[in-house]
Nanobody, 126 residues
Framework: QVQLVESGGGLVQAGGSLRLSCAAS????????MGWFRQAPGKEREFVAA????????YYADSVKVRFTISRDVANNTVYLQMSSLKPEDTAVYYCAADILGRGIPITRPGRYDLWGQGTQVTVSS
């Protein structure tokens, strides 16, 4: 099966920047949307951003609009999350996800997605 391999997490000071990457590998990869979610200890998994693979339309949670940018490299089956002006409340494990089946539920819901990465820790210090 296809695997999603994430990288780019780490420790950064408030106001700093990080870029997360998620590369899809394996045969017959196909996705309608790619998404980023995050989860802090004791909290629900939260939608961050999503991008339509065909055309590149982007969608963001209100909490990250302007500060974060999602993009994709079609040739390399890779999605990115560029994060700037980071705040301590951005601290979480970040997961990328692939919408392979195109279920008829909102792209902001985890249940829309069929394949998930392993997660990468982002810690923002103050």
């Amino acid at each position: 099966q296809v695997q999603l391999v994430e990288s780019g997490g780490g420790l950064v000071q408030a106001g700093g920047s990080l870029r997360l990457s998620c590369a899809a590998s394996g045969r017959a990869f196909s996705s309608y949307y790619m998404g980023w979610f995050r989860q802090a200890p004791g909290k629900e998994r939260e939608f961050v951003a999503a991008i339509k693979w065909s055309g590149g339309n982007a969608y963001y949670a209100d909490s990250v609009k302007v500060r974060f940018t999602i993009s994709r490299d079609v040739a390399n089956n890779t999605v990115y999350l560029q994060m700037s002006s980071l705040k301590p409340e951005d601290t979480a494990v970040y997961y990328c996800a692939a919408d392979i089946l195109g279920r008829g539920i909102p792209i902001t819901r985890p249940g829309r997605y069929d394949l998930w990465g392993q997660g990468t820790q982002v810690t923002v210090s103050s």
